[in-house]
């Protein structure tokens, strides 16, 4: 196999993705690596339970190979079993997927394939059997979206019946990652690694 | 939270996935991704615009956690490049050969495919041979959707036409089409089969013309008549929409 060309994933990356980029380095030449060696490479450097937590269920999941050994105090060593490409696999501890976040995925996905929608056929188009996405969820997730300026409301709601529709901007697609809705009421783009909208908060 | 609560209420909405041109196209991707190796890989789904080809292609990409690209006629081969490789969320090298090769390792590692959408775009320029590089870098399974005529644009490059597993053609929607998109789209109404049967005679088989239809059929049904269900003779003879322009009477 020829030594492949480095590859990073682009914009800001969670530790879960750096964690994982680190490890596929490592999976170039079979090398072994302990959760030791990925902190040490990591420049947010998350806790080490953390990381164990990730190795963990990447082992569970079989894309590593763990090593125990027999005597104490020697740390767990791994080796890169199952390279998927550049995304992180998201696992929990216990190997299983994490499935929360796919209907925004797929609603994120959807918006720049089928150009103009409102929320019901944004719902409609962006559900699967394995993930059904709610208009509600739809509709929630185009609100904070088009706060954020990512969609362009191309024909306003109207009182006899009829949703908005929307567009979603062609600069706005920032990356394959979809755009969150965090708690405290702001829009936050992995892609980009920054908040896009807050709402405002008005001093008493 | 103020929610309406019509919204509230509704249950989740179905998937596309029962439209005949959806489970075309994803049968259309899925065999191309469940190939034996020795079988060329890229597939092509063609047909004329308005019949749903990009709406098969969001439930695909779904549903196998595709990689997208909607073609730009601008596009060069760098462009192309580029854009699969935002899809991809990986950062582009410098060079057209190196963004090849990290596409073709970030597809044969995920083992996921890949979908072209508007190929007509970039089917007379070199643009297309970048595909074939990237096929043939890593074998993928790639899916290529574009206009009527594709297959005879394509034809012209015969290196590329040779890799192509089979060709679908996207079918006119039929009556169970339209009872399905009315199911989908019209849950306010009832629509009277026989009334549907015209709604689809009119749209010529077009999913986004069927969709417009829908939508006057139900707002008629609700705000004129004020009821929650229309048939033929209710809707007499209201104009439905077919895509031409009007004719001058004079």
Known sequence: MTKPID????????????????????????????AVDIRSQLPAYPSLSKIRDYLTGLTAAEYLECKKHEKRGVPNS??????????????????????????????????????????????????????????????????????????????????????????????????????????????????????????EVTPE | MNQTTNVVNLPPSGTTAPLQNVALCTRLLQQAMNRPTHLPGIVSFYGPSGWGKSISAAYASNKHSAYYIECKS?????????????????????????MVEQISEELTLSGRPLIVDEMDHIVEKKAVEVIRDIYEGSNAAILLIGEENLPTKLRKWERFHNRILAWEQAQPADLTDTKHLANLYCKEVKIADDLLQIIQKASRGAVRRICVNLHRVQQVALSELGQDSITKAQWGKRELYTGEAPVRRV
Not at chain 1, 9 to 28: C, F, H, L
Not at chain 1, 152 to 162: E, I, L
Request: net charge positive.
């Open chain 2, 74 to 98: 601008t596009w060069t081969r760098k462009a192309l490049l580029q854009a699969i490789l935002k899809e991809m969320g990986i950062a582009p090298a410098s060079t057209n050969y190196a």
């Open chain 1, 78 to 199: 791994y080796t890169l079993k199952r390279d998927t490409g550049i995304e992180a696999p998201r696992v929990r501890k216990d190997g299983s997927l994490v499935t929360q976040g796919m209907a925004r995925k797929q609603m994120w996905r959807t918006m720049k394939i089928i150009g103009e929608f409102n929320a019901h056929e944004l719902a409609t188009n962006a559900s699967t059997e394995t993930c059904l996405v709610a208009p509600r969820d739809a509709k929630d997730y185009i609100g904070h979206l088009h706060k954020a300026k990512y969609l362009h409301m191309t024909v306003k709601a109207r009182p006899s019946g009829g949703q908005a529709r929307y567009r979603l901007l062609p600069s706005k697609y920032t990356g394959p990652k979809p755009p969150k809705v965090q708690k405290v009421k702001s829009v936050y783009d992995p892609n980009l690694g920054k908040v896009v909208w807050q709402q």
């Open chain 1, 7 to 34: 590859i990073q994933a682009a914009g800001p990356k969670n530790d879960r993705q750096a964690m994982w980029e680190i490890i596929r380095k490592y999976g170039v030449d079979d090398k072994t690596f302990t």
